[in-house]
């Protein structure tokens, strides 16, 4: 079967600034795909590329076979309908001018999914599938809590019928208890629907919930990729184990150690030669100094770009 989503040695430089420097992915039909990573590694800026809010400078992103980046004109538009985002914060993604159903009616009207005499009801239908009363639909984005906005924003996402969904951190600014009940919705849609999401975050304990598959992203590279309980079972790169390691642990009692990396990560503007996360790992030897190692398999769909990754011990996570 044909992944749904191809990426090929995606790049994007803003100057000297290789935020993303040749990211290579695939996400298949009713798939969830985890990106993670610390701020500033460039996943949102990937999650941006792919749906051309962000011109990249090089590479290949296939949506069911077709060019995307190539696409032009009113092409672009019918890519719009495949391809949606949910941004991170809810209310500046909704016009705080118009009503929540003039916000779900509008992708509807522009992509003529449906006539006007069909709109109230198709958007009391979104409405209902996020859990939210066909009434809301008159209210304006400032009257409702953050999690409710964030229902707003994933029903118009819904409203094209899209085969796939960049979640650009859709829970990172809400609270927890809410975090669970969109993450619910999130989970229950797909089933539903058969959408793929394209998950972005830097909270793993959410990524474990949600996501099938994981790749781990550091200075603008995939560092390591795998079905989720695999890397969480036995991460290959030393950089993933750093992460797992500040899981926190809601049992006191329970003993675990934590990796601690040493210094801040190198400037985007001044990578080092190598391997880039050689200055910060207790693993490096000199072959890491000098060489950048390529992802390479080290377990079934289990690909590590590090030149130890069959060498390292066992690591239990929290």
């Known amino acids: 079967m044909n992944p749904l989503l191809e990426v090929h040695n995606l790049v994007k430089h803003f100057g000297p600034v290789r935020a993303v420097d040749g990211v290579s992915l695939t996400v298949q039909e009713g798939e969830t795909l985890a990106l993670v990573g610390e701020s500033g590694c460039g996943k949102s800026t990937t999650g941006r590329c792919l749906l051309r809010l962000i011109e990249p400078d090089a590479g290949e992103v296939l949506f069911d076979g077709h060019n995307v980046l190539q696409l032009k004109g009113s092409a672009?538009?019918?890519?719009?309908?495949?391809?949606?985002?949910?941004?991170?914060?809810?209310?500046?993604?909704?016009?705080?001018?118009?009503?929540?159903?003039?916000?779900?009616?509008?992708?509807?009207?522009?992509?003529?999914?449906?006539?006007?005499?069909?709109?109230?009801?198709?958007?009391?239908?979104?409405?209902?599938?996020?859990?939210?009363?066909?009434?809301?639909?008159?209210?304006?984005?400032?009257?409702?809590?953050?999690?409710?906005?964030?229902?707003?924003?994933?029903?118009?996402?819904?409203?094209?019928?899209?085969?796939?969904?960049?979640?650009d951190e859709p829970v990172s600014s809400l609270d927890v208890s809410v975090q669970a009940q969109i993450l619910n919705m999130l989970l229950d849609l797909q089933e539903k629907l058969g959408v793929a999401y394209l998950f972005i975050s830097h909270n793993l304990n959410v990524?474990?919930?949600?996501?099938?598959?994981?790749?781990?992203?550091?200075?603008?590279?995939?560092?390591?990729?795998?079905?989720?309980?695999?890397?969480?079972?036995?991460?290959?790169?030393?950089?993933?184990?750093?992460?797992?390691?500040?899981?926190?642990?809601?049992?006191?009692?329970?003993?675990?150690?934590?990796?601690?990396?040493?210094?801040?990560?190198?400037?985007?503007?001044?990578?080092?030669?190598?391997?880039?996360?050689?200055?910060?790992?207790?693993?490096?030897?000199?072959?890491?100094?000098?060489?950048?190692?390529?992802l390479e398999p080290c377990g079934p769909n289990h690909e590590a770009a590090c030149h130890l990754r069959l060498e390292l011990p066992h690591f239990d996570c929290p």
Not at 77 to 85: A, D
Not at 107 to 128: M, N, T, Y
Not at 130 to 153: D, I, K, N
Not at 158 to 167: C, Q, R
Request: glycine letters at 6%.
């Open 76 to 167: 672009v538009r019918g890519l719009r309908r495949n391809l949606q985002i949910i941004f991170q914060d809810p209310f500046t993604s909704l016009n705080p001018r118009m009503t929540i159903g003039q916000a779900i009616a509008e992708p509807l009207w522009i992509h003529q999914l449906c006539s006007r005499a069909e709109l109230k009801g198709r958007v009391a239908d979104l409405l209902a599938m996020v859990g939210l009363r066909p009434e809301y639909a008159g209210h304006y984005p400032h009257e409702f809590s953050g999690g409710q906005r964030q229902r707003v924003v994933i029903a118009r996402a819904l409203s094209v019928k899209p085969s796939l969904i960049v979640a």
């Open 207 to 294: 990524v474990r919930q949600i996501a099938h598959r994981t790749a781990v992203m550091y200075l603008g590279k995939i560092v390591e990729t795998a079905p989720t309980q695999e890397l969480f079972k036995d991460p290959r790169h030393p950089y993933t184990r750093a992460l797992l390691s500040a899981i926190p642990v809601p049992d006191p009692s329970r003993q675990r150690s934590r990796i601690e990396l040493r210094g801040e990560p190198p400037s985007p503007r001044d990578l080092p030669p190598g391997c880039r996360f050689h200055p910060r790992c207790a693993h490096a030897v000199d072959r890491c100094l000098n060489v950048e190692p390529n």
